[in-house]
């Protein structure tokens, strides 16, 4: 069972920078809200699934996220970032669904 500690909003270093799974959490929102995106046009329709940061870690803990699979992925491009529909896979597989559709 995963640590619960190590999905924590800031590191516990000194210069407490975002934990990796809050800043995935916070590139979804940017995506939803048509930032952070050199294609922001295919992301109008997309709606983040989750209430809060915390469902979202517990949702990803509990759905394989790791630091080497911790690029949420939409198995249905028509639907959300939401349960059911994200599964997390290495950034560079990610990428590269995103050139091949």
């Known amino acids: 069972m995963s640590d619960e500690r190590n999905f924590r909003v800031m590191t516990s270093r000194p210069n407490r920078r975002p934990t990796l799974i809050y800043r995935r959490w916070r590139d979804m929102q940017s995506r939803c809200k048509g930032q952070a995106t050199k294609r922001p046009d295919e992301y109008k329709q997309v709606r983040l ?3 809060s940061f915390a469902e979202f870690r517990a949702f990803a803990i ?3 996220f790791t630091k080497e699979n911790n690029s949420p992925d939409r198995l249905d491009t028509s639907r959300g970032y939401e349960p059911g529909n994200i599964r997390f896979i290495p950034p560079a597989e990610n990428a590269l669904r995103g050139l091949y559709p």
């Open 49 to 51: 699934g989750f209430k």
């Open 62 to 64: 509990r759905n394989g």
